[in-house]
């Protein structure tokens, strides 16, 4: 593949995926402009993350059956136009639209990776998916920062905008530039829905896969929903432009993926899995000592971000080798589990955190990384053989 139309695809997924993240900083804004309730202006987040998940699930597995070249710029360009909206709301329910819209239709991002996997050999799937998630993870951890900048330094609403041309810009690129694969799949969009319990029944190590996958993430989404109310309470007593800057150290997991993905692809998914492990427990061993210094909590961030990545990168380059024409069913799957884990340890860590602070809130982690093991080890008792294996 060409390298450029490498790296567009990339800047497309940190643009689309980093979409649905712009509200998460700037519920203080929205409240402020807006004269609504604290609740009322969270509420456009939740709103962000159910929209998203009805994405993955109805318009990821239609990848199978139309024409990924039309489908990507359009799915891009309808979630420009979502963005555009919240950027001229004048009411919090335009904005809550722009964002349902905005969310649904940036799963582009999804149709697209594993659109990619078609266009490169099969030795090189691992590291294509792993650049390619590197693009959309700095994507994801970029958007909260840079919209809290913008916002203090301009409006909350110039970051839609700015995103939104991008996209754009993007979307017309890609339209021009990506090959055209037509599907050969006979199916109607009924037919796809309902093959995707076949899979789900019939692939029993995409389930494996899609359970560690949300253990993994859960891990991560446990310290993003305490990671305000912690880090702006004594000792550390952060302001909120501080606060959302500690996420960048995450790009050092960001761009492990494509070297991850390389070795995957070498036969060293069993071994980069356990050691994903093993980083996701000493993350969470460095933010225990967190108290102590804000230097653990940082360390530990990025080492949890790079064990997250392991994973991620080694379970798609796995999923996608075992139904080459079911891609995106088998990731519309993988990825609904992935963020139903997202929302679990979202959940748990609000409940720890306020049913004994810290210390209860890395116990749940310590619990999660428990739960990553054991379907690490489903995983390798029934198909790692050897630790050096094809996938």
Same mark, same amino acid.
């Given at each position: 593949?060409?390298?450029?139309?490498? *790296?567009?695809?990339?800047?497309?997924?940190?643009? !689309?995926? +980093?979409?649905?993240?712009?509200?998460?900083?700037?519920?203080?804004?929205?409240?402020? #402009?807006?004269?609504?309730?604290?609740?009322?202006?969270?509420?456009?987040?939740?709103?962000?993350?159910?929209?998203?998940?009805?994405?993955?699930?109805?318009?990821?597995? !239609?990848? #199978?059956?139309?024409?990924? %070249?039309? @489908?990507?710029?359009?799915?891009?360009?309808?979630?420009?136009?979502?963005?555009?909206?919240?950027?001229?709301?004048?009411?919090?329910?335009?904005? *809550?639209?722009? %964002?349902?819209?905005?969310?649904?239709?940036?799963?582009?991002?999804?149709?697209?990776?594993?659109?990619?996997?078609?266009?490169?050999?099969?030795?090189?799937? =691992? $590291?294509?998916?792993?650049?390619?998630?590197?693009?959309?993870?700095?994507?994801?951890?970029?958007?909260?920062?840079?919209?809290?900048?913008? /916002?203090?330094?301009?409006?909350?609403?110039?970051?839609?905008?700015?995103?939104?041309?991008?996209?754009?810009?993007?979307?017309?690129?890609?339209?021009?530039? @990506?090959?055209?694969?037509?599907?050969?799949?006979?199916?109607?969009?009924? +037919?796809?829905?309902?093959?995707?319990?076949?899979?789900?029944? $019939? $692939?029993?190590?995409?389930? &494996?896969?899609?359970?560690? =996958?949300? /253990?993994?993430?859960?891990?991560?989404?446990?310290?993003?929903?305490?990671?305000?109310?912690?880090?702006?309470?004594?000792?550390?007593?952060?302001?909120?432009?501080?606060?959302?800057?500690?996420?960048?150290?995450?790009?050092?997991?960001?761009?492990? %993926?494509?070297?991850?993905?390389? *070795?995957?692809?070498?036969?060293?998914?069993?071994?980069?899995?356990?050691?994903?492990?093993?980083?996701?427990? @000493?993350?969470?061993?460095?933010?225990?000592?967190?108290?102590?210094?804000?230097?653990?909590?940082?360390? +530990?961030?990025? &080492?949890?971000?790079? +064990?997250?990545?392991?994973?991620?990168?080694?379970?798609?380059?796995?999923?996608?080798?075992?139904?080459? $024409?079911?891609?995106?069913?088998?990731?519309?799957?993988?990825? !609904?589990?992935?963020?139903?884990?997202?929302?679990?340890?979202?959940?748990?860590?609000?409940?720890?955190?306020?049913?004994?602070? *810290?210390?209860?809130?890395?116990?749940?982690?310590?619990?999660?990384?428990?739960?990553?093991?054991?379907?690490?080890?489903? #995983?390798?008792?029934?198909?790692?053989?050897?630790?050096?294996?094809?996938?």
């Amino acid at each position: 593949m060409n390298k450029s139309l490498l *790296w567009l695809m990339a800047i497309s997924c940190g643009l !689309t995926a +980093g979409a649905n993240y712009f509200c998460q900083p700037l519920i203080h804004s929205i409240q402020h #402009d807006f004269n609504t309730t604290t609740a009322q202006a969270q509420l456009t987040v939740t709103i962000a993350q159910i929209s998203y998940a009805l994405g993955l699930l109805f318009i990821v597995p !239609t990848g #199978d059956l139309v024409n990924k %070249t039309k @489908l990507i710029p359009s799915l891009m360009c309808l979630a420009g136009i979502g963005l555009l909206i919240c950027a001229t709301s004048v009411n919090l329910p335009m904005l *809550w639209l722009g %964002t349902a819209m905005a969310g649904l239709f940036s799963v582009a991002a999804q149709v697209l990776i594993p659109f990619s996997t078609m266009m490169v050999a099969q030795n090189k799937i =691992g $590291e294509t998916v792993g650049f390619l998630m590197s693009g959309l993870l700095i994507g994801i951890l970029l958007s909260t920062t840079l919209s809290g900048l913008i /916002s203090n330094l301009f409006h909350w609403k110039l970051i839609y905008v700015l995103s939104a041309c991008c996209i754009f810009a993007c979307a017309f690129l890609l339209k021009i530039r @990506l090959p055209n694969i037509p599907s050969t799949l006979q199916l109607s969009y009924g +037919g796809i829905l309902s093959s995707m319990r076949i899979l789900f029944v $019939e $692939e029993k190590r995409l389930v &494996v896969r899609s359970l560690l =996958g949300a /253990s993994a993430f859960a891990t991560m989404s446990l310290l993003f929903s305490t990671m305000s109310t912690y880090l702006s309470q004594p000792p550390f007593s952060l302001k909120d432009t501080f606060i959302g800057m500690v996420s960048l150290v995450g790009i050092i997991g960001a761009l492990s %993926t494509q070297f991850v993905g390389k *070795w995957g692809d070498r036969g060293y998914n069993a071994l980069l899995t356990f050691l994903g492990c093993g980083l996701l427990f @000493l993350g969470w061993l460095s933010l225990l000592f967190s108290p102590q210094h804000l230097g653990f909590y940082l360390i +530990g961030f990025a &080492v949890l971000n790079t +064990g997250l990545a392991f994973h991620h990168s080694c379970n798609q380059n796995i999923i996608y080798r075992l139904r080459p $024409e079911a891609k995106s069913r088998i990731n519309a799957i993988y990825m !609904t589990f992935y963020f139903g884990g997202a929302a679990t340890g979202s959940a748990l860590g609000v409940f720890a955190w306020n049913h004994g602070g *810290w210390s209860s809130v890395c116990i749940a982690g310590f619990s999660l990384v428990s739960a990553t093991i054991i379907c690490a080890c489903l #995983d390798y008792a029934k198909w790692g053989a050897q630790l050096k294996s094809s996938v």
